[in-house]
């Protein structure tokens, strides 16, 4: 199982990125989907999930009208855009494969908010 993050970095308050992660190894459209972020000294938090087949989305209360979680089954792809960016939003952001009691985690990638 690999995945392959990208499209985080630093961007100013009020910015935008688009997070991509490009899974390989395992039955893509058979798992949800979710994007977890943790900064430093929290706990880890869950952004956004996603159905196997895309047709439900669930966002936590702090992202819910700035993050929309979207997927690409044919390209095996999960992806994350954030708008209206705050500095509250830097965190390393791992996306994460669950089916049953199957799951996988990818490495992260580094979102920084600053001006």
């Known amino acids: 199982v690999q995945f392959v993050e990208s499209g985080g970095g630093l961007v100013q308050p009020g910015g935008s990125l688009r997070l991509s992660c490009a899974a390989s190894?395992?039955?893509?459209?058979?798992?949800?989907m979710r994007w977890y972020r943790q900064a430093p000294g929290k706990e880890r938090e869950l952004v956004a999930g996603?159905?196997?087949?895309?047709?439900?989305?669930n966002y936590a209360d702090s992202v819910k009208g700035r993050f929309t979680i979207s997927r690409d089954n044919a390209k095996n792809t999960v992806y994350l855009q954030m708008n209206s960016l705050k500095p509250e939003d830097t965190a390393v952001y791992v996306c994460?494969?669950?089916?049953?009691?199957?799951?996988?985690w990818g490495q992260g990638t580094q979102v920084t908010v600053s001006s």
């Open positions: 190894g395992f039955t893509f459209s058979s798992y949800a």
């Open positions: 996603i159905s196997s087949f895309g047709y439900s989305a």
């Open positions: 994460n494969a669950k089916r049953d009691s199957s799951e996988y």
